[in-house]
């Protein structure tokens, strides 16, 4: 295959270095005879001389990092006139995820999700691709400030934290990374994907311990698809359907008209929507937070979250209508078991 003449930078953020891996392991998949350039944020003078640019960061307080804000305002103009592409390390890599915790509302927090808000700060930018692809967190090897933060959130979380006993936790997927090499090699490269995708995964893939006391554990679990979870703050069941963003969409609002649930858009991407499904149960007015999303890694079925975060004694009818609600989506075989 001749390599394509067009000329790339990928420049990226990284305070711990797994963005750096990412960056390289990209570079390999899109092709080693490709021209792109590798830059960290702070080496790169110009962005004039490329066809394309791809932009990674990790993530700070669910966002890109300042400086990648910074640059993408810096050369706004010329990137505006170019192919764009934007991936994000993060911890939480469930597209499904709503997070909820003191001074912010309910809202999605994970992967791609990361990238909405800059997405929306520079509209003029319409990215070819985005992957929000996961990445590591090594407790013990955090500056002061960032280990403070940490516990800080660890007090904070409802739902736990995964990395809690952890030297490593993962949560890079690779396939996002795969799928994300792949839309720049046929969308901007007008290359065929690669098939042979898996013999780059050392790009990632180290022998470092998930934990250097308690040699069982592991540093990436895959989370399972049909988590569930019943505590005094939260009620929440996810699960998986086949088919795609539109028919799942179409079930909800089926759900919403059967079980008089007024259905409010949050948001709606080309891969996710999130709504508030309001009702009032015994005269108080509730929410459940309902989100359906595909991800890159299962194509052909649509993830889907509900969510409750009312008190175990309020929200007995919101968990009669969640149930409902997968009694609708699950109807017909479109249930998917597994993971
Ligand atoms: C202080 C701090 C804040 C973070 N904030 C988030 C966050 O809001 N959401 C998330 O999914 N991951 C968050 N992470 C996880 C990192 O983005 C993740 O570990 C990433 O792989 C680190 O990239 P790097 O090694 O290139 O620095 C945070 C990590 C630290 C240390």
């Given at each position: ?60 307080n ?29 911890g939480k ?6 997070l909820k915790y003191a ?6 927090a ?27 967190h090594a407790p013990p090897?955090l500056?002061t400030k960032d280990s403070f933060f940490m516990w800080i959130l660890e007090k904070m979380s409802i739902e736990g934290l995964p990395w809690e006993g952890y030297d490593?936790w ?61 505590t005094?703050r ?106």
């Amino acid at each position: 295959m001749n390599p394509s003449t067009k000329k790339g930078l990928l420049v990226y953020d990284t305070i711990y270095g797994s963005t750096t891996e990412v960056a390289y392991w990209l570079k390999a998949l899109i092709g080693e005879d490709q021209q792109l350039d590798v830059k960290r944020i702070c080496q790169v003078l110009t962005v004039k001389l490329y066809d394309y640019v791809i932009v990674g960061s990790n993530t700070r307080n669910e966002k890109l990092t300042t400086p990648v804000y910074k640059f993408v305002e810096k050369y706004l103009d010329d990137l505006s006139q170019k192919e764009v592409a934007y991936f994000i390390n993060c911890g939480k890599t469930d597209e499904t995820m709503i997070l909820k915790y003191a001074g912010k509302p309910a809202h999605l927090a994970s992967g791609r999700n990361f990238l909405l808000d800059i997405l929306e700060k520079f509209p003029a930018i319409k990215p070819v691709a985005i992957g929000g692809v996961g990445g590591r967190h090594a407790p013990p090897i955090l500056n002061t400030k960032d280990s403070f933060f940490m516990w800080i959130l660890e007090k904070m979380s409802i739902e736990g934290l995964p990395w809690e006993g952890y030297d490593i936790w993962e949560s890079v997927i690779p396939e996002r990374v795969e799928t994300f090499a792949n839309e720049i090699r046929e969308k901007i490269l007008s290359l065929p994907p690669r098939q042979d995708v898996e013999k780059y995964r050392g790009y990632w893939n180290s022998l470092q311990p998930a934990s250097l006391s308690d040699q069982s554990k592991v540093k990436f679990t895959p989370k399972p698809y049909t988590e569930q979870q019943s505590t005094k703050r939260e009620f929440y069941k996810r699960s998986r359907i086949k088919g795609n963003l539109d028919g799942a969409i179409s079930l909800l609002k089926t759900w919403g008209k059967q079980e008089g649930l007024d259905l409010k858009e949050q948001k709606r991407t080309i891969y996710n929507i999130y709504f508030h499904a309001v009702k009032t149960y015994n005269g108080k007015e509730l929410t459940i937070h309902a989100v359906a999303s595909t991800l890159p890694e299962d194509p052909g079925n649509v993830h889907i979250s509900l969510r409750s975060f009312d008190k175990p004694d309020k929200r007995k009818g919101a968990e009669e209508d969640i149930a409902r609600a997968e009694a609708i989506l699950w109807a017909e075989g479109r249930k998917v078991e597994g993971r």
